[in-house]
């Protein structure tokens, strides 16, 4: 047989090897809402899966970082693949206090000479690019600002709680959200569901440790980003709303196997099948005593008595 099979590249022939497929696990990446019907449909079968799903991912920049290292990493991450990699940064949480010197930093990273670019243009999904490009028009017609290139959008004075915060989207665009301090940036982390890497932008590493126990995040940048995906070794597991399962690395690769356990066992020193003699049990008991009884170097079995409540024992 074929150990390779491909199937056209259609939603058709999807959700027909999904509902019909003779296989023993999926593994699905892309969106959480299809990820969600595909669940539904492997209950049935009892199948396994691993879904790697929508990141929506948060890059934080706290105050005592390099916000001109940061906003060069992070457009650089949402310009990879036209933002259509899991692990792009979807919102930024800046603290207050570098807030005016990363804008720009982003503005010197983000040519927005033209008033013609169009960052949605590479965007493969004709709907998602509609709606790229409305966000960003009804941005500017709120009169907030954006900043924009033929690679890149980015929305500035984002609100923390908005739905554009929520980063529900698969494009080069890229939200700027206002924190107070480092317990209002996790919040504002924590408030969306979707985790499935964050980045942390600190000078230093013990906060970054920290604070990454707090994310809720599988996978964890310092000062950088979409940097797990380039080692082999490191696997990708979604949390929640961004999928279960793990992907990749030697997890990855584990999680498509299947365990047997062959136990056998040797005549000579065969446990009878049949109950133990009277024999047996006193000699079971003195091995017992003589292995766990009060010994100089072991703990000792005690009796304990128990009041019954009205005196006696």
């Known amino acids: 047989d074929e150990l390779i099979e491909i199937l056209p590249p259609t939603r058709e022939a999807g959700e027909q090897l999904v509902e ?31 879904l790697e799903l929508s990141g929506c991912d948060s890059a934080i920049v706290l105050a005592d970082a390099n916000p001109e290292l940061a906003a060069r990493v992070i457009v650089n991450a949402v310009r990879m693949n036209r933002g259509q990699t899991c692990m792009a940064p979807r ?4 603290d207050a206090a570098v807030r005016a010197e990363f804008v720009e930093s982003l503005k010197r990273a983000v040519n927005s000479e033209s008033e013609s670019s169009d960052p949605a243009a590479g965007v493969v999904t004709p709907g998602e690019a509609g709606r790229v490009r409305s966000m960003i028009e009804s941005h500017k017609t709120a009169g907030c600002e954006v900043l924009i290139d033929d690679t890149i959008a ?3 004075d984002v609100e923390g709680d908005s739905e554009l915060a929520r980063g529900e989207w698969f494009a080069p665009l890229l939200t700027i959200i206002s924190a107070r301090n480092e317990e209002e940036a996790i919040a504002i982390h924590r408030q969306h569901e979707q985790h499935l890497t964050t980045s942390v932008f600190t000078t230093t590493p013990d906060r970054a440790k920290r604070i990454a126990v707090a994310l809720t995040s599988s996978n964890i940048t310092i000062n950088d980003c979409i940097l797990p995906i380039a080692h082999p070794g490191v696997g990708i597991a979604g949390r929640g709303p961004s999928g279960w399962g793990i992907t990749q690395g030697e997890s990855g690769l584990l999680s498509m196997t299947h365990e047997v356990v062959v136990s056998k066992t040797p005549g000579r020193f065969r446990i009878p099948p049949e109950p133990p003699s009277e024999e047996q049990v006193s000699m079971l008991r003195r091995g017992m005593r003589y292995i766990y009884g009060n010994r100089s170097g072991r703990a000792g079995l005690t009796s304990v008595t128990r009041s019954n409540g009205n005196g006696s024992e």
């Open 91 to 94: 919102r930024v949480i800046v």
């Open 154 to 156: 980015v929305l500035l």
């Open 20 to 50: 019909a497929g003779d296989f023993d696990k999926l593994i699905f990446t892309g969106s959480t809402r299809t990820g969600r019907a595909i669940a539904r449909v492997l209950a049935d079968r009892l199948i396994p899966s691993s």
